[in-house]
């Protein structure tokens, strides 16, 4: 009202030139702001008609470092270590938001930021892609090795979900600082064990980030696992299920009574422990449904169905089943037997490698997460009763030499475990119906105000909303990435609306609707002004004609 008024008395004082100059210059702000308003459409229309893309093209991006602190807790340690990160400017604008992609429990690779949903929304939105390393995992190493026996809390205790978080917040101020981002809008984005940092993030740190992606996100600590091996026969279905349960029943009487030609036949002589070669099998199967595909010409392309197919083949041996099956899947993956899984021997290696990302991994499980799966102790088990809890928990001490326990209980209460709907905001939280993963995540809206918004995609697995779009994708996929995509559309729009974690029903008129309001009851104001001028100096040209016929007039005709 006072920009109104003033703008009144300015067009009083100005001269009629005036006021057109200033007319024609709110016009020309009202066309640049619905000029504006057209591109954000566009950026909207560009996300909704992506199926007809592919993705970003996969090329390779240049490691970058940033000096990282070891711990951000104790202000004694002074020391650092070189943290890997990767940038892609390619579509970023000035006033472009940061899309910030949190590595996790394996090597960062620079096509991450070159391909999948990430890409997509940063092109459409001018954003600039940044991802950052997981430290102890890839190149990021803080120290020589991972820690023999002696020494593992030594070389590993830096290791944690809450130190990986402070190092996201560290770098990303560094980064602001160094880059002139300070004002920019960043939006963090993950999936799996990362998925659940991007949540944390969000949670932890909201005044850094307007929103967060936490794509199958296990967000809740567990010790016992056994809903993961529930899932895996729920997706299966009764049939496979009860055919892979009958098989793994038989390799493992082949296993008691002939342990050594048992392993040979699988190709698995490298595993010492028969309980780690039975978690083998297991591993195996899980694997097949976690990250079955739907795109064509993915190496997991309809890989659940395969497996199903060799496991209910009227007439199959079930042992020679599942000895072609993980046969198969060692040489698509390229790997033996012993390396497949989390073995003895493998999470004794305490040497770095880019690759080597076991060891680490069940570190942290033995001490933050837990996540162990076990055998479901009622109703159909997929795998051997003897991969329980006490199994999990001695292999934490055998390959760390001391023993381990998750505290998931004090996990839960930092984070909230699945109370982050009730907590956070402005997290989306996508999982597929197959992923095993999606049990110990959230897939229901139970608070219709809340603004974690779970998306519990039908026929889908571990992830499959980060990966490249494909004119393959079921239905369920391409919709629940367009709605995301609209989700992230309306906070960068509104980076500040959800901060103090009230959504107020009079607050729902957005900014530039609010900017839109105002140019136009301006421009009106305006051109009534502009009208009452006219009309004034019209007025005030009678009034002087008026005036100079009177002046005119001879005194005896004005007397009569």
Not at 352 to 360: C, P
Request: proline letters at 4%.
């Amino acid at each position: 009202s006072l920009c109104l008024l003033c703008l009144l008395c300015l067009l009083c004082l100005c001269t009629m030139t005036h006021r057109l100059v200033l007319l024609a210059l709110l016009l020309l702000g009202l066309h640049a702001f619905l000029t504006q308003a057209f591109i954000l459409r566009r950026h909207i229309s560009l996300l909704e008609d992506a199926e007809t893309r592919r993705g970003g093209v996969l090329r390779e991006l240049p490691a970058l470092w940033f000096s990282q602190n070891l711990d951000h807790f104790d202000r004694q340690e002074k020391g650092t270590f070189q943290q890997r990160y990767y940038v892609n400017d390619e579509f970023h604008k000035q006033d472009g938001p940061v899309f910030l992609y949190i590595g996790g429990e394996g090597a960062l690779r620079s096509t991450s930021l070159t391909s999948g949903e990430i890409v997509d929304l940063a092109q459409a939105r001018n954003g600039l892609l940044v991802a950052l390393e997981h430290r102890y995992y890839g190149e990021s190493h803080p120290f020589k090795d991972l820690g023999q026996n002696a020494s593992v809390t030594e070389n590993l205790k830096y290791l944690s979900s809450m130190q990986a978080l402070a190092d996201l917040s560290w770098f990303q101020h560094k980064f602001s600082e160094e880059n002139d981002l300070d004002d920019a809008n960043w939006f963090c984005v993950g999936g799996s064990y990362p998925g659940s940092l991007s949540a944390w993030y969000r949670l932890k740190f909201p005044h850094l980030v307007v929103g967060s992606i936490a794509s199958s996100a296990p967000v809740e600590a567990k010790k016992s696992f056994y809903e993961y091996d529930q899932v895996v026969g729920q997706s299966a279905g009764s049939t496979c299920a009860q055919a892979i349960h009958d098989a793994t029943a038989a390799v493992e009487a082949e296993l008691d009574a002939h342990p050594d030609t048992t392993k040979e036949a699988f190709t698995c002589s490298d595993v010492e422990d028969n309980v780690d070669f039975l978690y083998v099998l297991a591993d195996a199967v899980s694997f097949a449904i976690q990250y079955t595909s739907t795109t064509e010409g993915s190496p997991y392309y309809h890989m659940k169905e395969k497996m199903c197919s060799d496991f209910t083949q009227e007439g199959t041996d079930p042992v020679q089943a599942f000895e072609s099956f993980i046969k198969y899947l060692l040489d698509l993956l390229q790997t033996d037997c012993g390396h497949f899984t989390s073995t003895y021997e493998v999470l004794s290696d305490t040497s770095y490698a880019e690759m080597k990302n076991a060891r680490q991994w069940w570190y942290q499980s033995c001490t933050e997460f837990g996540y162990f799966q076990v055998a479901p102790t009622e109703g159909l088990s997929l795998r051997s009763q003897r991969i329980d809890l006490p199994y999990h928990l001695q292999l934490c001490e055998r390959v760390f030499g001391i023993p381990l326990d998750p505290n998931v209980t004090l996990t839960n209460k930092y984070y909230g475990a699945k109370d982050v709907q009730e907590h956070g905001h402005r997290i989306l939280m996508p999982n597929g119906s197959l992923d095993p993963w999606h049990a110990l995540s959230v897939i229901t809206m139970d608070d219709d105000d809340s603004t974690v918004i779970p998306f519990f995609i039908d026929g889908t697995a571990h992830c499959a909303d980060l990966h490249a779009i494909s004119p393959s994708d079921p239905a369920s996929l391409t919709q629940a990435r367009k709605s995301m995509a609209r989700f992230v559309n309306d906070w960068l729009d509104d980076p500040d609306e959800y901060d103090d974690g009230n959504d107020d029903d009079d607050d729902d008129i957005s900014a530039g609707a609010v900017v839109g309001i105002a140019i136009g009851c301006s421009v009106a104001f305006l051109i009534l002004g502009l009208i009452a001028g006219v009309l004034g100096e019209r007025l005030r040209r009678r009034r002087i004609q008026r005036r100079a016929q009177v002046d005119s007039t001879p005194l005896a005709e004005a007397a009569v």
